[in-house]
């Protein structure tokens, strides 16, 4: 199951145990944080689903698009973790350029312009997940922009 409205995003260590995030633990453009969405009432982690694993990350608002501001919460975003290329984990931030970049063939995306490509050869620009923050959680606001991963 996708995550839904209500959701909490948690680190989960592999062995089905999580720590809530918390937007105060969140640094302005430091490493993204990967996680997966939580139903906060049954506890269940929603990582039986690679495509479900999102990147964590303050940003300056004053920096960020139209569309990024809409769908993230005080300068913090959620965006898929899952490269539109070929599916390989977007897992590393280069600091100088201010993008998120995917190892397997060097596509790079931009966090303040909704995820867009600014280095193929993916050609899609990421999901982002909707985010609002309450009582220093990361809550999901709305599902996915757009569907995650890359396309057969």
Request: charged letters at 30%.
């Amino acid at each position: 199951m996708r995550p839904v409205p209500g959701d909490q995003l948690v680190v989960e260590d592999g062995h089905g145990n999580a720590r809530v995030i918390s937007a105060s633990e969140l640094k302005l453009e430091v490493q993204q944080i990967l996680a997966f969405p939580q139903d906060p009432k049954t506890g269940v982690i929603r990582s039986g689903s690679r495509f479900n694993k999102v990147m964590v990350m303050r940003l300056n608002p004053e920096l960020m698009d139209e569309d990024t501001k809409k769908n993230s919460a005080e300068g913090v975003v959620a965006y898929s973790a899952i490269c539109t290329h070929q599916g390989c984990d977007v897992n590393s931030y280069i600091e100088e350029k201010k993008e998120f970049f995917c190892f397997c063939h060097y596509s790079r995306f931009d966090p303040y312009a909704a995820g867009k490509v600014t280095n193929g050869p993916a050609t899609r620009k990421l999901a982002m997940l909707p985010i609002e923050i309450k009582d220093d959680f990361i809550i999901v606001k709305e599902p996915f922009t757009r569907k995650p991963g890359y396309k057969k």
